[in-house]
């Protein structure tokens, strides 16, 4: 390798410089450091990032550019196609990424590495994004985990090598000046400013990763194993984005965790929100093994279920306009801040899929574009665990009641009233029914049933019998 060729750091899903493997690397050797960012939605093809996520992108490299005194290197199109003109252009004879593990990224990148090595340019791959890669939690006899607890316990925490710990920033990196073009050239940003919302909720970048987790740990994750079910409460570490995006490492928020507990006060939150970590590389697990779970069912018998097809309840369920609070509430935060409280998912992905008999795949293409933390081994898994035909998947004849699950969860209706502001006055009794509420009552609040709020879509008995009868014929 020269001694002045520069060696190229291909920043992914890694937007930190604090616990990042490649660039720590790349740092050793004493060289100067290229660091590039390349936009590329042509390999990515149906996968690339909805609105939510590009919005969040471009504040996301923003930040850790303005951290390298602006010398992130932007490109947009095929990455070969990228590297291979930069490298010939820079006479750079190494490329260094942390690995992805989307199918797409590992086809994009096995092709990429090949074609180096034929170049004789060093291609270096680090793990930055998982506590423990998939081939490392195998079961004994060499096939992946389907059922989570096994996976986590036995796969991860017994087999697996324990999570290392994180790396330091690199002391003194000679960065290399390039430009190919600027971040506003990637084109990220809406043309329409609905984004105003979540950029009040949300401090993207590794200074926000940060302070989340710092005011998580200091305030909530003692709380956290019961508090994460109550989405009026902020008992919940809000990581997810940060964590997908890379401003912070699973190292990181493992290590602090891990600190945490060691303290004392809390034990159940900290082993409770490591599971949840748990989970999050369970799904990776799946997407690694099963790459068609964005698309196929996991349990094959679910190829013949019959969906139904309903432009206008599907729209009335992406609008946040069903008719039951609850539901309606979650759907208005995922619009209004690009984010949906756990447990709300479910509601939301139990309505659609089994109130409604829509099929999964429709939530999954809603989350991927309004989310900002739409996670490509997060979202498939999740969708096909509340459709019940995932791994280890919620039975199908499990289906959440949103009037229960209101009045259980939001007691007080401090987080629906927020979402849907028309039902404020309602009184707490028919907050979650407001259709059962007597005329006077009504009257008091303000509310006319499909006029200031929609009446139900669908009768809960009946669509939940359908479901059951739609889930019985798969088994004739």
């Known amino acids: 390798m020269s001694k002045t060729a520069p060696i190229i750091v291909w920043f992914r899903q890694d937007l930190r410089l604090k616990d990042n493997p490649a660039l720590h690397a790349a740092a050793q050797n004493g060289l100067p450091i290229l660091p590039l960012y390349i936009l590329d939605d042509e390999n990515a093809g149906e996968f690339k990032m909805g609105g939510a996520s590009r919005w969040w992108l471009h504040q996301s490299l923003?930040?850790?550019?303005?951290?390298?005194?602006?010398?992130?290197?932007?490109?947009?199109?095929?990455?070969?196609?990228?590297?291979?003109?930069?490298?010939?252009?820079?006479?750079?004879?190494?490329?260094?990424?942390?690995?992805?593990?989307?199918?797409?990224?590992?086809?994009?990148?096995?092709?990429?590495?090949?074609?180096?090595?034929?170049?004789?340019?060093?291609?270096?791959?680090?793990?930055?994004?998982?506590?423990?890669?998939?081939?490392?939690?195998?079961?004994?006899?060499?096939?992946?985990?389907?059922?989570?607890?096994?996976?986590?316990?036995?796969?991860?925490?017994?087999?697996?090598?324990?999570?290392?710990?994180?790396?330091?920033?690199?002391k003194s990196v000679e960065w290399y000046s390039h430009k190919i073009c600027s971040l506003e050239d990637l084109d990220l940003m809406?043309?329409?400013?609905?984004?105003?919302?979540?950029?009040?909720?949300?401090?993207?970048?590794?200074?926000?990763?940060?302070?989340?987790?710092?005011?998580?740990?200091?305030?909530?994750?003692?709380?956290?194993?019961?508090?994460?079910?109550?989405?009026?409460?902020?008992?919940?570490?809000?990581?997810?984005?940060?964590?997908?995006?890379?401003?912070?490492?699973?190292h990181?928020?493992?290590?602090?965790v891990e600190a945490q507990n060691l303290m004392g006060g809390a034990a159940q939150g900290a082993a409770t929100y490591q599971s949840?970590?748990?989970?999050?590389?369970?799904?990776?697990?799946?997407?690694?093994?099963?790459?068609?779970?964005?698309?196929?069912?996991?349990?094959?018998?679910?190829?013949?279920?019959?969906?139904?097809?309903?432009?206008?309840?599907?729209?009335?369920w992406q609008k946040g306009q069903t008719g039951y609070p609850i539901v309606d509430a979650g759907m208005r935060e995922l619009w209004q801040t690009g984010y949906?409280?756990?447990?709300?998912r479910m509601i939301v992905g139990s309505f659609l899929v089994k109130n409604l008999l829509l099929y999964w795949h429709e939530g999954e293409k809603w989350f991927w574009d309004c989310l900002v933390d739409a996670n490509m081994a997060n979202n498939s898994a999740g969708w096909q665990w509340i459709a019940g035909c995932g791994a280890d998947a919620a039975p199908y004849f499990r289906i959440f009641n949103p009037i229960t699950q209101g009045q259980k969860f939001d007691e007080k209706g401090e987080y629906t009233r927020r979402f849907v502001p028309?039902?404020?006055?309602?009184?707490?009794?028919?907050?979650?029914?407001?259709?059962?509420?007597?005329d006077?009552?009504?009257?008091?609040?303000?509310?006319?049933?499909?006029?200031?709020?929609?009446?139900?879509?669908?009768?809960?008995?009946v669509s939940r019998e359908r479901a059951l009868d739609a889930f019985k014929s798969l088994k004739s």
């Open 62 to 170: 923003a930040d850790v550019n303005k951290s390298i005194d602006e010398h992130m290197v932007f490109a947009r199109g095929r990455a070969q196609d990228v590297l291979e003109s930069l490298i010939e252009e820079i006479g750079a004879r190494a490329v260094y990424w942390n690995r992805c593990y989307e199918p797409w990224r590992i086809k994009r990148d096995t092709k990429i590495k090949k074609s180096l090595d034929e170049k004789r340019i060093e291609v270096k791959s680090f793990n930055g994004s998982l506590l423990f890669e998939p081939h490392l939690t195998l079961k004994k006899d060499g096939t992946p985990y389907k059922v989570f607890t096994p996976f986590y316990k036995k796969g991860c925490l017994e087999n697996a090598p324990p999570p290392r710990a994180p790396i330091p920033v690199p």
């Open 190 to 250: 809406p043309s329409i400013r609905w984004y105003e919302c979540m950029a009040d909720e949300w401090q993207p970048g590794e200074e926000g990763a940060a302070t989340n987790l710092e005011e998580f740990l200091d305030e909530s994750i003692n709380r956290y194993k019961e508090g994460r079910n109550y989405p009026a409460r902020r008992d919940t570490s809000r990581l997810s984005p940060h964590l997908h995006f890379g401003e912070i490492s699973p």
């Open 252 to 256: 990181m928020v493992w290590e602090a």
């Open 276 to 316: 949840e970590l748990g989970w999050r590389e369970f799904s990776y697990s799946l997407l690694y093994y099963f790459p068609d779970l964005p698309r196929k069912n996991l349990q094959s018998k679910f190829d013949n279920f019959p969906w139904r097809s309903s432009k206008n309840d599907l729209k009335a």
């Open 340 to 344: 949906m409280h756990n447990r709300v």
């Open 422 to 438: 028309e039902l404020k006055d309602m009184p707490d009794k028919y907050l979650f029914n407001p259709w059962e509420a007597p």
């Open 440 to 461: 006077d009552v009504l009257k008091k609040a303000g509310v006319k049933l499909g006029e200031d709020y929609p009446k139900p879509i669908v009768d809960l008995k």
